[in-house]
């Protein structure tokens, strides 16, 4: 019988030998890829259709998905031949994902992720290196990804992670926000610093106490606990993203800070003066912006794309007497103490993630979609939406690409139809890889609106106003969180008291009390272990820059 | 020879089942719900003690021991969730527990057939109520410019709206009267029917002694339900520890959380949505334990006092 065991084992190893050797050599040529021509886009048609489903990690609502990606998906099925399915769930994505992992049920392309849960997926073994196939099917990804290659490579030459919206974006995104026309009527009373802006705004309100339906009006407000909007006001003191960067690059949050007491006496000021919205720190964004749209709340700060929304591009829509001067404008605001204000960090690694999953049995033909995605023609197509078509942004016709006249002139006279472009066009609606930086043209980027910054006068005065207040500061923002490191754990239940302690402190009714409350929330925060949150935050953006070669 | 004493059991045993057999085929399904849903799935608990990865598989994960369960009680957040989960709790067996018993005496005094079957439908209705729309109908009543407010300001009560969803220690009252709202009426049903189930005659007995209708709810309604009531009350003294989830998390706000977080969020927030399972599981595992002690315990004590229990 031994006899018998001992002839087995060299034919199961050479059988194996076998298996495995065909194994390597499918992976490398990869499944069959015949061709039936190429289209207009420069794309070979495969003959098979190419199917990539991908769960969108950003929480988008099923119906949104489907009606977004309806369309365009067709479109590319059409003209193509490769069916892309997006999945996406209302729940949270980190949860979504930690349930996907533990039944084993994932599709084969997750996009949209944190750093954060990009790493969850790598450090399970459940994530394909692409890096093997860049050279043969993804010379436009390498060349493309060449600047960011050091940060997505690890120590053994293997890339897991892809960067989605990558690259820079030279527009500012956030800021203080003005009533233009209330306040041209004011005389345009010049503001610099945050204590300018609050008399400004007392004295705005003072002048519209009531909205058209006789409604009171607030000075500020807020929404999601002001949890974006912290970063920016104390970007007004010269704090980075929320952190205080000392010459050594080491960091420190904002509360153990002067700047951040500064900050928090400012919005004070609000709460004494009854210029807060008493709602402020309860608001969601959509009771929020159906206050603001009402014309009720006065001054803002935040994301520019915010009151463009909830201001004149609904009231466009729903004030038949609107004119284009009914509209907030973007300013800069720096404390005099600030020797400049930080308001738009920018991660030119993007601040979302894509992986390939083990689940994934065409790496190869995969990549030769992200391929064409990635590219400018690629880019264009799925920032920009279907071509061609009376309704469409752009045309491409013969390898040369142009915005139509109506789509170019509703964007400047802020009568675009932004519904129309995501739901009917398609907009973004299929990015995995494509980066958000300017293109061949060195003017173009994803983001349709973000093409006029020079035409639109509205947009210039936004940039002459914020000019050099975006800061590249990827090497912070690509600081990874490691799920199962106790320090995670803290900076949550930092983050929650936060949360829970900053609004008792801006909602006291004198200075002082403000100032007392502030440091008893800073004692109880580095109580909570916020000081090893510092320090793993500085070590990690000291790593990234030095590894950059930034340093 | 010595029969084995199991003998005659065992055969004792074999012609119960055989003339029951009807009764054991129609229990079975249940038991194999049971079996399947409730008992098979305990298996899972053993990641509370365990190094487990949500997508790797159990067996295999490193033993840990108790490093979840002390990481709960020693986190700065156990004292006010633990607090919290208490007095909610609490305020739902003081006030939550004899509402319905109080409701349900009431509607048994009705006399008008249609205006008592309207009052109980009425009072049925918020439990069919989703807690999104509680929540919302809640936020329209005592939000800053809700109904409540309102009110207050027209009639000069107050300078400036009472901040009733932002303040931290109104939050206590406001879940148990929302969890009250919800559940009155639901709950008064089985009372309503043990009272049904009280003998009539005993009531015209009492009417002949002279008792009037407080008397009678005295003397004969409420020592008619109290197995009912001792036992409900059992269950809910076992549940100390699940103060609720849902209405917690849709009518609390960051300004709130140190009044509403409970173990059941908690949990939630710091071992589902952080992929940390195991922490999770052994902040869940914990409570079950509690809260089967003060089952029995609870029990052990009506045995002893009223000779009531339900094991």
């Not at chain 1, 990869?30 to 969108?56: C, M, R, S």
């Not at chain 1, 060449?146 to 956030?174: E, F, H, N």
């Not at chain 1, 973007?330 to 005099?336: E, G, I």
């Not at chain 1, 308001?343 to 391929?371: A, E, F, M, Y």
């Amino acid at each position: 019988m031994k006899k018998h065991l001992f002839y087995l084992i060299p034919v199961f190893l050479l059988l194996s030998l076998s298996v495995f050797g065909t194994g390597n050599k499918e992976a490398a040529a990869g499944p069959p890829w015949k061709t039936v021509g190429t289209n207009e886009f420069g794309w070979q048609v495969p003959e098979k259709t190419l199917e990539i489903n991908f769960y969108d990690a950003t929480q988008q609502s099923p119906d949104y998905a489907k009606d977004t990606t309806e369309e365009i998906g067709a479109y590319i099925l059409q003209k193509f031949n490769v069916k892309l399915t997006k999945i996406a769930y209302d729940m949270d994505p980190s949860e979504q994902q930690s349930l996907m992992l533990a039944s084993n049920n994932y599709p084969e392309v997750i996009a949209g992720m944190t750093p954060d849960d990009a790493q969850k997926w790598v450090a399970q073994g459940r994530v394909m290196d692409v890096a093997p196939y860049l050279d043969t099917y993804g010379p436009i990804i390498k060349k493309k990804l060449a600047p960011l290659y050091k940060r997505l490579v690890d120590a053994k030459g293997r890339v897991y992670v892809m960067p989605q919206y990558w690259g820079m974006l030279p527009i500012p995104d956030q800021s203080a926000h003005i009533r233009w026309d209330w306040w041209q009527a004011m005389g345009a009373p010049k503001f610099e610093t945050p204590d300018e802006y609050f008399e400004v705004i007392k004295k705005m309100q003072q002048l519209h106490p009531k909205n058209a339906r006789g409604e009171r009006t607030y000075g500020i407000s807020g929404y999601d606990h002001f949890k974006d909007i912290l970063p920016v006001l104390v970007g007004f003191w010269g704090l980075k993203d929320g952190y205080k960067e000392g010459a050594d690059k080491s960091l420190t949050h904002w509360i153990n800070t002067p700047e951040g007491l500064a900050m928090t006496k400012f919005m004070n000021r609000f709460y004494r003066e009854d210029l807060l919205d008493p709602d402020a720190f309860i608001n969601n964004y959509e009771q929020w912006k159906a206050k603001f749209s009402d014309e009720r709340i006065v001054g803002h700060v935040g994301a520019w794309w915010v009151t463009t929304d909830a201001g004149h591009e609904t009231w466009a829509k729903s004030n038949p007497n609107w004119t284009e001067d009914m509209r907030y404008l973007p300013v800069k605001l720096k404390a005099a103490e600030a020797k400049q204000a930080y308001l738009s960090p920018k991660n030119t690694t993007g601040d979302t993630r894509t992986i390939v999953t083990d689940h994934c049995t065409q790496i190869q033909n995969l990549l030769r979609w992200w391929n064409f995605e990635i590219s400018d023609t690629g880019t264009r197509l799925i920032g920009w939406g279907i071509p061609n078509q009376p309704d469409s942004v752009w045309t491409f016709k013969n390898g040369t690409w142009a915005f139509t006249d109506q789509a170019v002139k509703a964007m400047l006279s802020s009568t675009f139809d932004y519904d129309h472009a995501e739901n009917v066009l398609g907009q973004v609606a299929f990015v995995m890889v494509a980066g958000q930086g300017l293109m061949d043209d060195g003017k173009s980027t994803i983001w349709f609106d973000q093409n006029f910054n020079d035409q639109d006068k509205w947009r210039k005065l936004m940039n002459t106003s914020l000019r050099d207040t975006e800061y590249d500061f990827s090497a912070f923002l690509s600081v990874v969180f490691p799920p199962d490191d106790p320090v995670t754990v803290t900076k949550k239940q930092v983050e929650d008291l936060l949360l829970t302690g900053w609004p008792d402190a801006v909602m006291a009714p004198t200075e002082q009390q403000c100032e007392q409350r502030f440091m008893a929330l800073r004692d109880t925060l580095n109580n909570a272990g916020l000081k090893n949150v510092e320090a793993f935050l500085t070590k990690g953006y000291k790593q990234n820059l030095a590894a950059w070669g930034e340093q | 020879m010595a029969m084995s004493p199991l003998r005659p059991r065992r055969g004792r045993g074999l012609r119960l089942l055989s003339r029951e057999r009807e009764l054991w085929l129609l229990s079975l399904p249940f038991f194999i719900w049971v079996a399947v849903f409730a008992y098979y799935p305990m298996y899972g608990l053993s990641i509370s003690f365990l190094a487990y990865v949500p997508g790797k598989p159990i067996v295999g994960s490193a033993w840990v021991g108790l490093k979840f369960f002390i990481e709960f009680l020693t986190s700065p957040d156990f004292g006010y969730v633990m607090r919290n989960t208490l007095v909610i709790s609490a305020l739902g067996i003081v006030i939550g527990f004899p509402a319905p018993i109080v409701l349900a005496l009431l509607l048994n005094e009705l006399r008008g057939r249609s205006f008592k079957k309207t009052i109980q439908t009425v009072s049925y209705l918020p439990h069919f109520i989703s807690w999104v729309v509680t929540a919302s109908l809640i936020f329209t009543l005592l939000g800053n410019e809700g109904v409540v407010n309102d009110i207050l300001l027209r009639a000069r009560l107050v300078v400036k709206p009472i901040n009733f969803l932002g303040t931290g220690r109104y939050f206590w009252w406001l879940i148990t009267f929302a969890n009250l709202w919800k559940g009155i009426g639901w709950s008064s049903i089985i009372y309503l029917s043990a009272i049904a189930g009280i003998d009539p005659e005993l009531y015209q007995a009492g009417a002949v002694d002279g008792l009037n209708r407080f008397g009678m709810i005295r003397h004969i309604t409420l020592p008619g339900i109290r197995i009912t009531m001792v036992l409900l009350l059992i269950l809910e003294i076992g549940s100390i520890l699940s103060a609720g989830f849902e209405q917690q998390l849709l009518l609390g706000n960051p300004q709130t959380r140190l009044y509403y977080e409970v173990i059941d969020t908690y949990a939630y927030k710091y071992g589902v949505q952080m992929g940390r399972y195991p922490y999770g599981a052994a902040v869940g595992f914990m409570q079950s334990l509690v809260g089967l002690i003060l089952v029995f315990s609870a029990n052990w004590l009506s045995r002893k006092a009223l000779d009531i229990s339900i094991v």
